[in-house]
């Protein structure tokens, strides 16, 4: 099956390659694919970083408030998937807490640790989650807490210490880079892949 490539590359020339999941997200990958296209995320910035947890960016104002779609920017709706999951890596798209039908262009990437805390595998357990996405979660780390609440969309196959570098830098009491962490230009192409 052959499934989008993106590739986003930073003001600072690294690079991070993610495969995307129009099978499972179409509404999120077309948006997203679009957008791109159009140069629409050429020159954003990450402004959201949570060191542990993700680097948010996509916004065109800059502040978390912004955003676009394909579709003379109306919202579109959560595309929840159990065949896909907050491993760290993963993309995904973000909106609203108070409304999951908010998303827009805004995406994050998950920034997580390996290794999943006892409780919350315990709840996982006790919720019926499958014992092979605990697993996924015990090995990669991840925001299982996300799952079904926000869409994923792609993951992360080359660049996750890009990730974990945005991550890691200044930010202040709003979760902003003290400075500019800008996106040069993204870009997208078909290639075959096992992964699904």
Known sequence: MSNPIVTIEMESG????????PE???NTVNNFISLANK???????FHRVVYG????????????LGGATIWRDNPFPVEPSDRLHHYAGALCVAHSEED???NLSQFYFVQALPGL???LQSQM???GVRQEVIDAYKEAGGLPYLDNRYTVFGQVYEGMDVVDA???VDTDENDKPTEDVLIEKVELAVYSTSAS
């Open 14 to 21: 690294a690079v991070m390659t993610g495969e995307l999941y």
């Open 24 to 26: 499972l997200a179409p």
């Open 39 to 45: 140069g629409f995320y050429d020159g954003l910035t």
């Open 53 to 64: 947890a993700l680097v948010q960016g996509g916004d065109d104002t800059g502040t978390g």
């Open 100 to 102: 999951a039908a908010s």
């Open 117 to 119: 805390d006892r409780s």
């Open 125 to 127: 357990e006790e919720a």
């Open 166 to 168: 945005i991550a890691a």
